[in-house]
C-alpha cells in the first residue's frame, strides 16, 4: 500500500488584541515571536519536498506558509478559512466565558455556534469536500497552513471517516500535525511544535488565552 504524507500545520502566533483593542481576524498579521515560531517548524521540515503547499488565504496562513516553505507557490483554498465568529457585542454578557473556552471540548454537535457565528456543520460542509479533493489531486508530499477549528475537523475526518468533529485537539500555533492517506487515513502525530516540543510554556488552551487576553482589554 502507498500513503501520501500530509503536513498539517496551524498558523504562527498572532495579535488579536491590540492595545485593548479587537483586530479584525481576517487581516490579522503574525507577530515577532510567531514569525519565529514560523522559523522553527522550518527547521523542523528542512530537506522535505513539498509537492503542494497550501494555505487558506487569510494573511497568517499565507505569511506562515511563506516562512515554513519560501520556495513553493502557495495555494490559496478560501474553503479552508477558520470558524467564522459572529459580533461578540451580540452575544449576552453571562454568557461570553462559555462561549470562549468551552466550545472546544468534547464531541460538539453541528448545530454549535462558534461566537455566535458559523455551525460546527457549516464549517464541515465545506471543509470536507475541500480534503476530498486535496486527496483526489495529484501529489506525494503536501503541506497545509490552517487553523485551529479546521485542523480539529481534518483530524476528526481523518479518525472517523465521517463528520463527528472532536474538540479537545489543541492546536497551539505553528503546531504540527503529520498525516499520511491511502486507501484510509493514518494519524502519525498531532500539535507538534518545534519551538516547544514537550508544551512547557503553559496550560492554557487558545480559547482560554484569548479569553484573558479580551477580559483584560
Request: proline share 5%; charged share 25%.
Amino acid at each position: 500500500m502507498t500513503r501520501r504524507r500530509l503536513y498539517l500545520m496551524r498558523h504562527a502566533e498572532v495579535a488579536y488584541f491590540v492595545d485593548g483593542a479587537p483586530v479584525r481576524p481576517e487581516s490579522v498579521p503574525l507577530t515577532d515571536e510567531g514569525r519565529e515560531q514560523a522559523r522553527a517548524a522550518r527547521e523542523a521540515l528542512a530537506g522535505i519536498r513539498f509537492d503542494r503547499v497550501i494555505a487558506s488565504g487569510l494573511p497568517r496562513t499565507v505569511e506562515t506558509a511563506q516562512i515554513v516553505a519560501p520556495d513553493a507557490d502557495v495555494e490559496s483554498w478560501p474553503e479552508l478559512r477558520e470558524l467564522e465568529g459572529g459580533k461578540l457585542g451580540d452575544l449576552p454578557e453571562d454568557e461570553l466565558e462559555h462561549a470562549f473556552v468551552g466550545f472546544f471540548k468534547d464531541v460538539i454537535p453541528e448545530n454549535a455556534r462558534f461566537l455566535g457565528g458559523e455551525t460546527i456543520g457549516e464549517l464541515l460542509d465545506r471543509v470536507i469536500p475541500a480534503v476530498g479533493r486535496l486527496v483526489a489531486a495529484e501529489w506525494d508530499v503536501a503541506l497545509a497552513v490552517l487553523h485551529g477549528g479546521v485542523n480539529r475537523a481534518v483530524l476528526s475526518h481523518a479518525l472517523t471517516g465521517g463528520r463527528l468533529y472532536l474538540g479537545n485537539f489543541e492546536q497551539a500555533p505553528a503546531c504540527i500535525n503529520v498525516l499520511d492517506v491511502g486507501e484510509d487515513w493514518v494519524v502519525r502525530a498531532v500539535n507538534v511544535t518545534p519551538y516547544d516540543l514537550v508544551h512547557r510554556r503553559g496550560r492554557l488552551t487558545t480559547m482560554e488565552e484569548l479569553w484573558r487576553q479580551f477580559r483584560s482589554t
